[in-house]
């Protein structure tokens, strides 16, 4: 039995390849799939075009995966092709320099006419000095994981959500279970093998192993716009830093991202002056960015490994990975760390992992993700009898009832709430289904951190028709349906048979 | 071309208007969109922690405006009365207290001028919830389970089917226009009759506020009698068949009293002249702007966080930083700082219904405080009072 | 291409506005066509059109009531134009969306029921009768304001309401004003192509109606319309979407009146009344019709009405007339139509009364569904002026 901690595309990843290697696995998460780094990114199955000058390894690496994730999960990808443009602003020199490690990495890039893309894509800027075709893709990342999590449970693997592991118990320098703390208390869960896969949250797992690793934590910033503007992954072709990334992503447009160091594995606060300033680098690329309906902004946090000590900024540490078996270091044996990487080569990390991880089980299985497809399974498809609960994402309560889970996992595999409306409609009726199907839940707290962290999205890019929508979806929580906490709203305890304008009341 | 100009058509343009006809002097609105009202059920809210309704807002920190008892139950009669008018049914007389409304969540909500065809009870009692199967909004087994739950009341429900010519692209107007033909009336009573005996004769039974656009209190009458027992709606989200009702009779009343709504996004008012962006231009003595605020449009909110007045093109303000705002406390203060101009309703700042539940309160006192600028009342006492005018907003 | 074609809040006000939408039981609105429908198209160009889409009248009330501006019945045209027809509906459609066609032959609205039928046209609504050129009507002008107006002559007024184009050139006459009439021939503004979801055969029609025009227009000093949808096509469709700019500001008949009839004319309306003539005097309906609120609002012809002294002025209650240009005569919009029609009949009671409304689709119908005479208000305000002024009684004589 392994143990591997944390249930994002590497934790999962890691889980699969051990179970179809006929490993028995557990998979241990403090929140639920996706909670962490893997469902917070901008959606961009990398070609490896972006880091062919600074990091050469990671490009290869994301060009071979990118090509085997096309093959093995096209049901998560969606193969829009990517440009990388340079605008008359940007270095030419590093135009040079780009090419050439495109052709040493392998990847296939076409030139194209700067005026033939102005004129196809009418959003970017003017000043289109060149621009490249390339490989990129779209990832739906919350898809994969779910086809990851499915497959893992499908190969006989546990899936233990909201457990934070608390202790790894060792005999004899030998790691021999896990405890983590629940819902319901304490579980404790017999291993051979623990893999340390939390990702921003791997520091302090590797404390429990007694043998600390170097992380450096940085988190991007990405403001979310509510229709897909562009059909194509579009880059910025210069040395990669903030705000140079469009991600055409299902519906929306993902504009990405920042790069800002900190020690905790939750961002902080989005702060108005960065949402500012992604938005004036964005506009670099899209003059008329201002004007595009904005829906929220989110962060998410890259794990990244500083093997060599402290960099300078974190655009210098690597996005290659490393897999540490403690047991070389200081920590006990059977225990091992999967750190750095990127989305698009969750495959490898996990590959890599197990291998080693098996190595030290002492079984000769050999991977087969490469080869073994993921697929999709069967979303029960809209059924013409009935509504849509979510009209901006087109879901049904049949899509939500086939979903065995908490209101967040409904709303990560259907996308309700996710739309324009950010749920302002369709929340309190998807509050509504879920509670028919899961009474004992408390539904009145689901729907309050559904609403919270809509909101905590929508705050930072508070302006044009997203304030609007705003203002009325705060009217339509506390004036039509009385989600607030007021007497007015009759949700005090001390109200029951009071007329509302009796005395007696206190606020 | 008028005394006064109105810019908007929610329900603070609707209700300056009605004021000026009332004392027959001329007045145009001029709006760029439609207004709120089908957004909302149609309830006008004054929530009043203290019975005194003189001094409304005794026990909150916030008093946006005092105005005198008086005044109060001059303002809330004249609505009522210009509802009445325009076949817009509500009691004729003013409420002495705050009722409970039932949401279609299950919660109760404090409301003080409601049309009849929507339930409210001054204590919470046991109620029948009916829900339909292929309407997004009503959740009557949620609904029950929180009122139960909330009240501690008893409370019973029924899911009824789809009728059959239902398809899944029924939102409420649609369920509405079919309530509205015999064909659907004669359905919603043969599936009530059919639960009929289940349901206790004392409890009243309470439908999704769709039972029709025009015929709504001809078809809660009619099931009334062939049940028995008291039919009435409860209030859904948008769009809201309760606030539709409202201003297709409202604005139909304005318009027989030969109130002109002409469309046209007014871009400036200067020393009385307005101009619409499509060149048309008049004189008018005052303008009255109830454009919304954020919600409306009447205030725009800028990318980095400014607060644009567009009719002014000036910047009335900042969002902090981090953008955490109140978004009422936003607004027009009700003086324009220019004789000619007064905001009202939302546009107005200082008042925050989501938070105090006074929606129908800041519609009433602040297009009073506008017209009382205008000074066509000047012969009504209440205009004079010192006290009518004080605005102690944030 | 547009602005604001992602704005949408989803408040839903624009359904609340829908007259197809209120009375279609299938019809899913402006919303889930236009907005809802934009954005899976920009996700994926190769979403399936709706079926229902072309049962959209293009009456803009929705893109009117729209909060945040979004162009919602200009994106249901592009939907409209997305959706795959059977050759026979595309022929009939072709057919409406020109038709400066028929109104050059107008005879061809006589074709019968076993010709028109199989092609999808309708026959439960009543087609135009063709009028031939009216003379000239009126005397010598009253005063001489050296302006001179041109008078756009839409194909309905060629085609079948001459007398309104008479009595609008007899009035502008008799105001002082040397009229021209435009174009020169039978032409377009585009509109029936766009509200048959063929924005750019729109386009293409208004660009050569444009140039048609274009010699004429220099010395104008306004072009005065008799339809309310080209009134507002060439003020709103022209310069924002086909960059098309007139030299010349265009005005609708009705607002030209109130603006620059001389004080004379006005008094003369007054004046002079029988007894006899003010027992018989009727109710005046107003129908403002849906493109005329969108583009102006409502109350301007009450104004009018008011103003050339006519009694008894009720504004109609009534959304949509259910004409919608050509829609009211395609098959499979017949009924929806008389529908949306018919709330005028519970209205409308007497058919002596009178019905002004500012275009002549909406006039025929609902002359059609009330059985009283619905007409342009050019050809109202005419009438009364010949009746009091006691000139050679009704216009209608001398068509025949």
Redesign the interface.
């Known amino acids: 039995m392994v143990v591997v901690i944390g249930a994002g595309a590497t934790g999962l990843g890691v889980a699969r390849d051990l179970a179809l290697r006929g490993v028995k696995v557990t998979v241990v998460d403090q929140w639920e799939p996706g909670f962490g780094t893997s469902g917070r990114f901008h959606g961009l199955l990398h070609s490896g075009a972006r880091y062919v000058v600074t990091d050469p390894t990671a490009a290869e690496d994301c060009y071979r995966e990118n090509t085997l994730l096309r093959a093995v999960a096209p049901d998560a990808i969606e193969q829009t092709g990517g440009i990388f443009v340079r605008s008359e602003d940007d270095d030419p020199g590093f135009e040079q320099a780009w090419l050439k490690g495109c052709d040493r990495a392998g990847i296939p890039v076409t030139a194209l006419d700067p005026r033939a893309v102005r004129q196809r894509y009418p959003d970017l800027t003017t000043r289109v000095a060149s621009a490249y075709w390339v490989p990129d893709g779209v990832l739906e990342g919350f898809h994969l994981l779910q086809m990851l999590a499915k497959d893992v449970l499908a190969h006989d693997g546990t899936l233990l959500s909201k457990h934070r592991v608390t202790a790894i118990q060792t005999v004899n320098g030998r790691v021999t279970s896990v405890s983590a703390q629940g819902p319901n208390g304490e579980v404790e869960v017999g291993c051979d093998a623990v893999v340390n896969a939390a990702g921003p949250w791997a520091g302090a797992v590797a404390d429990l192993f007694e043998d600390p690793i170097p992380m450096h934590l940085s988190y991007g910033l990405m403001i979310l716009f509510a229709h897909r503007k562009f059909p194509v992954v579009v880059n910025r072709l210069k040395s990669p830093g903030d705000g140079d990334i469009f991600v055409p992503h299902q519906h929306v447009t993902i504009l990405g991202t920042t790069d800002v160091a900190q020690d905790s594995p939750i961002a902080p606060d989005i702060q108005a002056s960065e949402v500012l300033r992604l938005m004036d680098l964005g506009r670099e690329l899209v003059p008329g960015l201002d004007s595009w309906r904005v829906l929220r902004a989110f962060t998410g946090v890259r794990p990244l490994y500083d093997g060599q000590g402290h960099a300078a900024t974190s655009r210098e540490v690597s996005r290659d990975f490393k897999v540490i078996d403690h047991q070389r270091r200081k920590g006990p044996a059977g225990s091992f760390s999967v750190v750095g990487g990127k989305w698009t080569t969750f495959r490898l990390m996990a590959e890599r992992t197990a291998d080693i991880v098996t190595q030290y089980l002492g079984i000769s299985a050999p991977c087969v993700t490469a080869q073994v497809p993921l697929t999709l399974h069967p979303v029960t498809s809209f059924s013409a009898s009935e509504p849509y609960l979510c009209e901006c994402e087109k879901v049904s309560a049949s899509q939500l009832t086939a979903i065995d889970g908490s209101l967040s996992e409904w709303r990560t595999a259907t996308w309700f709430a996710m739309g324009p409306c950010q749920g302002t409609f369709c929340a309190h009726r998807v509050t509504a289904l879920h509670h028919a199907l899961f009474p004992s839940e408390d539904s009145g707290a689901a729907l309050q951190d559904l609403r919270a962290e809509r909101t905590k999205g929508m705050l930072p890019v508070l302006w044009g028709a997203n304030a609007r929508e705003y203002a009325l979806q705060q009217a339509v929580r506390f004036q039509t349906l009385a989600e607030g906490d007021p007497q007015w709203a009759g949700n005090s305890p001390g109200l029951k048979n009071s007329s509302p304008s009796s005395e007696g009341v206190t606020l | 071309m008028s005394a006064i100009t109105i810019i908007g058509q929610g329900p603070a343009a609707l209700l300056a208007a009605s004021f000026i006809q009332e004392v027959q002097q001329d007045c145009v609105i001029v709006a760029d969109s439609e207004g709120s009202l089908p957004l909302w059920s149609g309830s006008f809210d004054f929530h009043a922690p203290s019975d005194d309704i003189s001094n409304p807002w005794s026990l909150l920190d916030r008093q946006p405006l005092m105005l005198p008892a008086e005044t109060w139950a001059f303002l809330w009669e004249s609505l009522v009365g210009f509802e009445r008018a325009a076949g817009i049914p509500v009691a004729a007389d003013i409420p002495s207290h705050n009722w409970w409304t039932i949401t279609c969540t299950g919660k109760s909500k404090s409301v003080f001028v409601v049309p009849q065809w929507q339930y409210v009870q001054k204590t919470f009692l046991p109620v029948w919830f009916i829900g339909f199967q292929g309407l997004a909004d009503s959740m009557a087994d949620f609904q029950c389970h929180t009122y139960q739950q909330q009240t501690g009341v008893d409370a019973g429900f029924h899911v009824l089917p789809n009728p059959t010519p239902w398809t899944p692209s029924w939102g409420p107007i649609r369920w509405a226009s079919y309530m509205d033909t015999d064909e659907g009336l004669s359905w919603l009573l043969s599936e009530i009759q059919k639960v009929a005996p289940e349901i206790p004769k004392t409890w009243p039974i309470l439908l999704p506020q769709v039972i029709g656009r025009r015929r709504a209190e001809h078809n809660l009458q009619a099931l009334t009698t062939a049940l028995g027992q008291m039919v009435f709606e409860y209030p859904l989200v948008t769009p809201s068949l309760g606030g539709m009702r409202i201003r297709d009779r409202w604005v139909w009343y304005l318009k027989k009293q030969g109130v002109p709504f002409l469309t046209g996004r007014a871009i400036s008012v200067e020393k009385g002249w307005v101009t619409l962006a499509d060149g048309r231009q008049w004189h008018s003595d005052h303008v009255i702007v109830a454009t919304g605020g954020i919600l409306g449009g009447g205030l725009e909110v800028m990318v980095d966080g400014r607060l644009r007045d567009p009719l002014r093109d000036t910047v009335v303000g900042r969002m902090p930083p981090g953008r955490a705002i109140d978004l009422y406390s936003w607004g027009q203060p009700a003086d324009y700082g220019t004789p000619e101009m007064t905001a009202c309703g939302s546009q107005c700042g200082g008042w925050d219904p989501n938070q105090d539940g006074n929606g129908g309160a800041m519609i009433l006192a602040t297009v009073w405080q506008s017209l009382c600028r205008t000074g066509i009342f000047s012969n009504l006492g209440s205009c004079n009072s010192e006290r009518s005018v004080t605005h102690v907003g944030k | 291409m547009w ?11 624009c ?3 829908c007259p197809v ?3 279609d ?5 402006p ?2 066509l236009g907005p ?1 429908w ?3 198209y ?2 994926n ?1 190769l979403t399936v059109p709706s079926e229902h889409v072309d049962d959209c009248t293009f009456c803009q009330l929705c893109e ?6 979004v162009p919602i019945a200009h994106l249901i045209a592009q939907h409209k134009s997305l959706k795959k027809k059977t050759w026979r509906i595309n022929l009939r459609d072709r057919i409406l969306a020109h038709p400066h066609w028929v109104a050059r032959y107008p005879r061809l609205a006589n074709a019968p029921n076993f010709l028109v039928r199989p092609l999808g046209f309708g026959t439960q609504s009543r087609w135009p009768r063709p009028q031939r050129r009216v003379a000239p009507l009126s005397s010598s002008p009253q005063a001489d304001t050296r302006q001179i107006v041109g008078l756009f002559v839409d194909c309905y007024s060629r085609g079948f309401d001459q007398d309104v184009l008479s009595a609008a050139q007899a009035l502008l006459e008799l105001w002082g004003f040397s009229v021209r009439l435009l174009p020169h021939a039978s032409h377009c503004c585009g509109a029936a192509a766009y509200a048959a979801g063929q924005p750019e055969e729109g386009q293409r029609i208004a660009h050569s109606t444009y140039d048609a025009m274009t010699p004429g227009l220099t010395d104008l000093s306004q072009i005065v319309t008799l339809n309310a949808t080209c009134d507002s096509t060439l ?1 709103e469709e022209w310069p924002l979407y086909w960059n098309l700019s007139l030299p010349v ?1 265009v005005l609708s008949f009705s607002e030209f009146a109130l603006d620059k009839a001389p004080a004379w004319f006005w008094d003369a309306m007054h004046k002079g009344m029988t007894a006899r003539q003010e027992q018989g005097e009727t109710t005046s309906w107003i129908h403002t019709t849906c493109r005329s ?8 012809l ?2 009018l009405a ?1 103003k050339a002294g006519l009694a008894a002025i ?2 109609l ?1 009534l959304a949509c007339c259910g004409a919608g240009g050509s829609y009211a005569f395609k098959e499979e919009h017949e009924k929806t139509a008389h529908a949306l029609g018919a709330a005028a009949l519970e209205q409308v009671t007497e058919t002596h009364d009178r019905i002004i409304v500012d275009s002549g689709t909406c006039a025929l119908h609902l002359t059609q569904i009330t059985g009283a005479l619905a007409k342009h208000p050019a050809y109202w305000l005419y009438q009364r002026f010949l009746s009091l002024t006691q000139r050679s009684g009704d216009i209608a004589s001398q068509e025949k």
Do not use: M, T, W
């Open positions: 602005e604001n074609d992602d704005a949408c809040i989803k408040c839903s006000i359904i609340s506005v939408y209120g009375q039981l299938e019809f899913p609105g919303k889930a809802d934009f954005r899976a920009q996700a160009p009117a009531s729209c909060p945040v501006h003020r500001p609120r969108v583009s102006r609002g409502d109350g301007i009450e104004q008011d009720q504004p209650n």
